[in-house]
């Protein structure tokens, strides 16, 4: 199900196990042609693959706010609470990450500043099908609307009865998220960028799905911004030998029963750590009810790793980038200046990586696939935009327009350069 491999001091990055983004021919044929379809034919297209996906019959795509109301009374009450304590907790970590307008006046007459504004429109896409995802909601609407968006959008695909999970909609209602309507798949992507009689199109899509969901966002990035292209999740728990193996095992299926192509990786300094690891990880499979998915990642994607040293399982944990990366260990904080490439950091052996997908704050909408290298957890600043503004007095202008001359003609641009030039001479500007 698993190998344990011993990884040497020096050339073991050929050893370690590397995601690539998504690169699949059939599915992108398959994306484009439904894309085409929802844009050329609209809700029509949209019942239609309802039925043949979902099997779904939606005559009314949109779910009413009286209805989303309902469906939060519905839930057990103690879900309720708990949706609203995450919302809470979610809203307190994002709160911290609101940028202000500023303006600088160090140059006299001068004036130059950045004034931010909420993007207007935004699509949130919630998963469906296998499992249902409150806390997706949660963690894409509140930083949306803390941010200031207006018009919240929500997609997900509807049972075989026609209806969203109550669960959803609920997270949905206690997150202030505007409209909600009962489509998946590529489809609703095609829906969020296009519009169409039901649905408004929005002018930025975020939130995770399938292979066809991660397709066509990358295919209609450029019309729509998007947050990311968001691969199966993923773990890397790094254990010294006070690691306890009952809890590591469970870390690492908390992630392998999302999906058979998640990703869960052990890198411990502890050969009796990885033995026991491993023993624990064939005990505890058996009681998940989705003990099947949990084995395929497992076998397909699982590894255990270990290394001469701490500080060589962190370079072996920037190398992969994980999505989430624990510091199982007995003096976490000590390990910390040295990561720079993961998604989300869970410090000492009792912060489980189930803590930040639920309830702790910081968001759960990551980097996956290395792309932790370059990029960072979805937060309010993937819901604005800034705008730069520039003022500069005749004087001013005069005092540098030689210079601006100087540059645009070294790039061959004679007609910024004359722009330029005028300002020194109002009368003869007016006379050429």
């Not at 095609?190 to 399938?210: C, D, M, Q, R």
């Not at 990642?297 to 989430?324: C, F, M, R, W």
């Not at 100087?406 to 003869?428: I, S």
Request: glycine residues 6%; charged residues 25%.
């Amino acid at each position: 199900m698993i190998t344990i491999t011993k990884l040497p001091e020096t050339g073991w990055q050929d050893l370690v196990p590397m995601r690539s983004q998504f690169a699949y021919d059939e599915v992108n044929r398959t994306v484009a042609d439904i894309l085409a379809d929802v844009k050329e034919n609209g809700d029509e297209a949209l019942r239609r693959y309802n039925l043949k996906f979902d099997h779904a019959d939606t005559p009314e795509l949109e779910v009413s706010q009286e209805e989303m109301e309902e469906a939060y009374e519905r839930i057990d009450p103690e879900l309720a609470r708990v949706l609203k304590e995450a919302r809470d907790n979610i809203r307190a970590f994002h709160q911290h990450q609101v940028r202000q307008d500023f303006l600088i006046h160090d140059k006299e007459g001068a004036v130059m500043g950045q004034i931010i504004n909420p993007i207007e429109k935004v699509g949130i896409y919630v998963p469906g099908g296998t499992a249902a995802y409150p806390s997706t909601v949660l963690m894409n609407a509140v930083p949306a609307k803390i941010a200031g968006v207006k018009e919240l959008v929500l997609v997900s695909p509807p049972s075989h009865n026609g209806t969203i999970s109550d669960p959803i909609l609920a997270a949905a209602y206690v997150a202030g998220v505007d409209r909600v309507f009962k489509v998946g798949g590529a489809q609703a992507i095609a829906a969020l960028t296009y519009g169409t009689e039901s649905i408004p199109n929005v002018y930025k899509i975020v939130g995770p799905g399938n292979i066809f969901v991660a397709m066509a966002k990358r295919m209609v990035y450029g019309q729509v911004a998007i947050d990311m292209i968001a691969g199966p999740s993923e773990v890397l728990v790094v254990a010294d030998d006070k690691a306890d193996p009952k809890w590591v095992a469970a870390d690492l299926l908390s992630q392998a029963e999302h999906d058979k192509l998640a990703c869960a990786v052990l890198v411990t300094t502890s050969q009796k750590v990885a033995e026991e690891t491993l023993k624990e990880l064939y005990e505890q499979v058996e009681k998940l009810p989705r003990r099947d998915i949990a084995k395929a990642s497992l076998e397909n994607y699982g590894k255990i790793l270990v290394t001469d040293s701490l500080k060589q399982a962190v370079e072996v944990a920037n190398e992969i980038a994980p999505e989430h990366l624990e510091l199982s260990v007995e003096k976490p904080f000590d390990l910390l200046p040295d990561v720079k490439n993961a998604g989300s950091v869970f410090l000492g052996s009792y912060a489980t990586e189930p803590l930040g997908d639920y309830l702790a704050g910081p968001n759960h909408t990551l980097p996956t696939s290395g792309t932790a290298k370059f990029s960072s957890p979805l937060s309010v600043d993937d819901f604005i935009k800034k705008t730069q503004i520039t003022y500069y007095t005749e004087d001013a202008i005069k005092g540098v327009a030689k210079d601006i001359a100087l540059f645009a003609r070294a790039e061959g641009l004679d007609a910024h350069a004359r722009a330029a030039e005028m300002r020194l001479d109002k009368k003869r500007s007016l006379e050429d």
